[in-house]
């Protein structure tokens, strides 16, 4: 079912307004072990449909990656998780234009 996500990342500004970021996001299951429910990254049409149309910034790559948790010592259940890193580059352009430019040129 389609859906949407709302996340927040944080970031590196050192190199502001030439920098490159990168988000993790995680979904894992709540009440599904991984005996029932495996999370899974689509096997073609996850990279091709998932960027999203950014003026500031553009998606250089998505990395999906599946994995297991486990959060009790007691118990050996295991639970599916699926991350998916987000690498975004800024398109400095504004910056340059509008604040970088003008001011070496008061310089």
Not at 85 to 105: D, F, M, Q, T
Request: aromatic share 10%; charged share 20%.
């Amino acid at each position: 079912r389609p859906g949407h996500v709302s996340a927040r990342c944080d970031m590196d500004l050192r190199k502001f307004p030439f920098d490159s970021q990168n988000c993790t996001l995680r979904f894992e299951s709540w009440s599904l072990s991984s005996e029932n429910l495996v999370l899974l990254p689509m096997a073609e049409g996850f990279a091709e449909n998932a960027h999203p149309n950014f003026q500031e910034f553009t998606v250089t790559g998505l990395r999906p990656q599946e994995g297991l948790s486990n959060y009790n010592i007691i118990s050996d259940t295991e639970w599916s998780s699926l991350e998916i890193v987000i690498e975004v580059k800024r398109l400095p352009h504004y910056y340059v234009s509008n604040a970088i430019v003008p001011l070496l040129l008061l310089t």
